[in-house]
């Protein structure tokens, strides 16, 4: 059974849907291919995109969002579509791929591709189950634009409402939760994590995480929490960022601090941690959800990194950094307040879905089975 994956490179977390998806469906015995869909279609092309999406959330964050907003306008959705309709030109730069693989089922990350894999569908040149995955806890623009899409997965049902109203259709969506990789929601003891990982056994541990590219004001939450009576342990998972790396290993502090760049041990990193301050992406929230950590969120972009931030906040499980609620009052939400951390752990078991890559995967390969009459 072939399955396609595709994905587009807007920031790491449509990727890392995309790849723990195709993970679980290679478990469960599918052939399974990822493919970039810009990055296959045009290398200048793939740059451009990846390159202007981490210049407009750094530098111009406020437009970002504001575009976002924008889109979320049903007229204003419909004239950019008509912009997006280049997609025709690249769905026939598609085509022949799709000739060549014969995929069984295409499953996409990504609602650009999804317009394209829409226009291919339209136009004859495909005639195979079509999954598209929301990866942030609302509904983006544009996914009630593409109806020969066959499924629709959302973070939850908490986003069916939502749905229904931009005119999804109901027997569409599927609630099942954003895709990560398994190993985040295996079972951990702390202490041997972090005597695994070279850290105090038996002290209050908190994670701070800026995104793939170190994003937010890490330093200054560094010191800020330093500076609290209480003697917490720091781990900060400075990811791409060199210059905040350097910057912080050289930071002198009273309590222990573990500084690392880029790493494929975040999973551990969580396993170890107490709780987690963190940007809120779709996938750092949902690894954080299924590694069973209470959030505070720092930083979010506008768009819908503010939309995560409200919906985990209605729900219990997070608290936000603000001008008016620094982090050391955040922090004191969390651990000083008599059994705030055990409620945030119960919304977050009430909310969080570890499995979800398995159930789209078992999902999926009923589907083809059933299509095929296998």
Avoid at 137 to 166: N, S
Avoid at 306 to 314: I, K, P
Wanted: net charge positive.
């Amino acid at each position: 059974m072939r399955i396609l994956v595709i994905t587009v490179t807007t920031g790491h977390g449509h990727n890392a849907s995309a790849h723990a998806m195709a993970e679980r469906l290679k478990e469960q015995g599918a052939d399974v291919l990822v493919l970039d869909m810009y990055q296959y279609i045009n290398k200048a092309l793939y740059k451009m995109v990846d390159k202007g999406y981490l210049f407009s959330i750094r530098r111009t964050p406020r437009a970002f969002g504001r575009t976002y907003s924008g889109a979320e306008r049903r007229g204003v959705r419909r004239k950019v579509l008509g912009m997006f309709n280049r997609n025709r030109l690249l769905a026939g730069r598609l085509a022949g791929f799709f000739r060549d693989y014969q995929p069984e089922m295409i499953i996409t990350t990504h609602v650009f591709a999804a317009q394209v894999l829409d226009v291919l569908k339209r136009q004859g040149h495909l005639d195979v189950p079509i999954i598209g995955i929301i990866t942030d806890y609302c509904v983006h623009p544009f996914w009630e634009l593409v109806p020969t899409v066959d499924y629709i997965v959302t973070a939850g049902e908490q986003m069916r409402h939502a749905a229904e109203r931009r005119g999804i259709e109901a027997e569409r969506l599927l609630p099942l939760g954003i895709p990560v990789a398994g190993k985040f929601s295996e079972s951990k003891d702390k202490r041997e994590v972090r005597r695994e990982l070279g850290l105090h056994e038996d002290k209050t541990t908190i994670l701070l995480m800026g995104g793939s590219m170190g994003y937010g004001d890490m330093l200054h939450n560094v010191t800020q929490i330093d500076a609290m009576e209480q003697d917490y342990q720091l781990i900060c998972i400075t990811g791409k960022n060199e210059r905040l790396y350097n910057v912080l290993s050289r930071l002198k502090t009273r309590g222990p601090l573990h500084v690392c760049g880029f790493t494929d041990k975040v999973a551990l990193y969580m396993g170890a941690a107490d709780c987690i301050v963190t940007k809120p992406g779709g996938l750092s929230v949902s690894e954080s959800l299924a590694s069973g950590l209470p959030m505070i969120l720092v930083s979010p972009i506008p768009g819908p990194e503010e939309r995560n931030a409200n919906f985990l906040l209605n729900a219990g499980a997070a608290v936000l950094v603000s001008k008016h609620f620094p982090i050391r009052d955040a922090i004191h939400a969390v651990f000083g307040q008599s059994g705030r951390l055990r409620h945030m752990q119960e919304a977050i078991a009430n909310i969080a879905r570890p499995d979800a890559a398995e159930k789209i995967g078992r999902f999926a390969i009923d589907l083809v089975e059933r299509e095929c009459g296998q």
